[in-house]
């Protein structure tokens, strides 16, 4: 593949994708499959190589993040091996942001403090429910005291960087269960959280279990609710809303994902990883069996490539800048693609303005909390 060239120094951020799940949730909708411990031995071994073998080599990187499936379902010195891989190629920075996402269920104390040493600073546990019922019903395979225990594992072994996931708008959950899981969480104590609305997607086995039990999504009403009193709720705990979806306790904010909204750079290794350099967007084969072959046969990984046209590029920075709380800043993204934002958009924008979703302060736009339940509305503007 041609060498895309970056633009600006500014440091990638780079993924690592694990496609392995000990059982599959019933709504997930994610490139992974069920564990098989000879195919990840290859899968590793494919990763190693595929960092090896990478045109970005030698630069300068400051945040590692491992995403699935699982990848807590690595062993520790797989883990070290990856991470060293990387060292090894980038140029990471010492301080660099280290993240595992990490489903409760895989790890103990001993597993953590391997982590840790293998570099990881940074834990994101999948805990999505502190009620065991709704965990049962969305196929998660640990309770609410497993998660509890996971958590107090990784203060054990030393990691201060602790995020976790909930979902909300669940089926049969009432408003009032929700704002409990969000009770639960603020006294669980993480530095940061993650707030997603459960999306059904059209042929999610989760749909025909409704159908079957006779559960439903509360109105959409409730669901703005949900999001509008967790956010109220959380920030008087002292987290601050940053993102859409996602709260921190200050200077907690997730590096690496801010990459992503903030028209940053990052290279993805593993099946279906995506990658985004010097205006050039590229995704690896998704299947992981098929990744590993080509890699085995030194053959490319890569199923698309797209060179983005300015146009494209400048509404991907501001649809995704637009999801960070603080917005955008006209006047830097105009700067960086030699047009006048508001010229472009200031029409088409000028409704959302006054019905409230959007706020304009000088150069900044941003979305109002009501706004941000209207994103996706307010953002086709951009595509
Ligand atoms: S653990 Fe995560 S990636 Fe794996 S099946 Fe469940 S939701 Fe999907």
């Known amino acids: 593949m041609a060498k895309p060239e970056p633009e600006d120094a500014a440091d990638l951020g780079l993924y690592v994708h694990i496609p392995f799940c000990s059982s599959i949730c019933n709504y997930c909708n994610f490139n992974r499959g ?5 195919l990840k031995d290859r899968y590793v071994g494919a990763l190693v190589e595929e960092i090896r073998r990478s045109p ?6 400051d945040t590692i993040f491992f995403g699935g499936g699982t990848p807590s379902l690595l062993d520790p010195r797989e883990i070290a091996r990856l991470v060293d891989a990387l060292r090894h190629g980038f140029d990471v920075a010492p301080d660099a942001e280290i993240t595992l996402e990490t489903n409760p269920e895989t790890v103990d104390q001993p597993k953590l403090e391997g982590f840790r040493a293998a570099g990881v600073n940074r834990v994101s546990f999948g805990v999505q429910s502190f009620h065991d019922d709704e965990l049962v019903r969305l196929g998660r395979i640990h309770s609410a005291d497993r998660a509890r225990q996971a958590l107090a594992a990784a203060r054990d072994a030393g990691i201060d960087n602790v995020s976790l996931d909930l979902m909300m708008w669940l089926p049969g959950q009432s408003v009032d269960r929700w704002l409990a899981n969000v009770e639960a969480l603020i006294a669980a104590g993480p530095e940061h959280a ?3 609305l459960l999306e059904l997607y ?3 086995p989760l749909k025909d279990e409704m159908a079957r039990a006779g559960w439903s999504q509360m109105p959409d009403d409730d669901a703005a609710d949900m999001y509008v009193q ?9 987290y601050a809303q940053y993102e859409i ?3 921190a306790r200050p200077g907690r904010a997730s590096r690496h994902n801010l990459k992503y909204w903030t028209d940053g750079e990052w290279v993805g290794f593993g099946c279906g990883a995506h990658s985004t350099v010097g205006g050039v967007r590229w995704k690896n084969v998704s299947g992981t069996g098929e990744y590993a072959a080509r890699i085995a046969a030194g053959t490319s990984v890569v199923t698309e490539r797209r060179v983005l046209s300015r146009d494209e590029r400048l509404g991907d920075a501001l649809f995704t800048g637009l999801r960070l709380s603080e917005g955008i800043d006209l006047a830097a993204v105009g700067r960086r693609y030699g047009i006048d934002v508001w010229a472009r958009y200031g029409n088409p924008l000028r409704p959302h303005i006054d019905g ?3 706020v304009r302060q000088g150069e900044r736009l941003a979305l109002t909390r009501a706004g941000m339940l209207m994103a996706n509305e307010v953002m086709s503007v951009f595509v």
Do not use: K, Q, T
């Not at 069920?34 to 000879?38: G, I, K, Q, Y």
């Not at 970005?56 to 990187?61: D, E, T, V, W």
């Not at 967790?230 to 002292?238: D, I, K, Q, W």
């Open 356 to 358: 409230g979703w959007l």
């Open 34 to 38: 069920l564990f098989d411990s000879a």
């Open 202 to 204: 059209p042929n999610a």
């Open 230 to 238: 967790a956010m109220e709720r959380l920030e008087s705990h002292g």
């Open 194 to 196: 993650s707030l997603y």
């Open 56 to 61: 970005f080599r030698g630069r300068a990187a």
């Open 245 to 247: 979806s996602n709260v």
